[in-house]
């Protein structure tokens, strides 16, 4: 019988040593990320749910929800774009607000980001400055010529006009959702 080399037991020792870095890494990191295109806007889902609005609040909240469906992973980094128009008319911008951070988002994964504006009280009487639509235009970050509309639902799924009282919406940092 013979004994492994020095040789052997070094390689053997290596291998397992990158065996667990890959595992404590993961394949969803923001270390794997560098081994990815960027996300594309044609290559995600977008979703808009627009929650109901808590008694005696003027803001109102939102969520962008964000899907691969991609052919494989690519990777999410900074803040999406994110409008509501009138038209050709008036129109309210989301502006980040956080630190982002790149995430690998690998196929079929989700990213959330949470929206929240000002919202008009009804029956508010026209304003220049006001926007309303049940569309906005979204774009993945760094594609903004790639933009698309996404269709503004309520929480049960029933399509939904925002009234925005305001140029700027809010945005928290997108984050990774757990399904």
């Known amino acids: 019988m013979r004994r492994p080399t020095h040789l052997a037991v070094v390689a053997a020792a290596l291998t397992l ?22 996300c594309t806007t044609k290559g ?27 052919a494989g992973p690519c990777v999410f980094h900074g803040f999406p774009a994110f409008e509501v128009h009138l038209g050709k008319g008036p129109e309210s911008d989301a502006q980040g607000h956080g630190k982002t951070l790149p995430i690998d988002l690998g196929r079929g994964g989700t990213l959330t980001a949470p929206l929240r504006y000002t ?8 304003d220049p400055a006001m926007v309303t639509n049940d569309l906005a235009v979204v774009s993945a970050p760094r594609d903004y010529s790639g933009r698309q509309a996404v269709v503004a639902r309520d929480e049960k799924g029933k399509r939904l006009r925002m009234t925005l009282c305001a140029d700027r919406i809010w945005m928290g940092p997108p984050r990774e959702s757990a399904e």
């Open 44 to 70: 995600l889902r977008w979703t808009l749910t627009v929650f109901k609005k808590k008694p005696h609040t003027a803001q109102r909240e939102a969520r962008l929800s964000i899907a691969n469906k991609g």
């Open 119 to 126: 919202d008009c009280p009804a029956g508010a009487p026209p």
């Open 17 to 38: 040593t990158a065996m667990a870095g890959l595992a404590l890494t993961g394949c969803g990191s923001a270390r794997m990320a560098p081994l990815h295109a960027s």
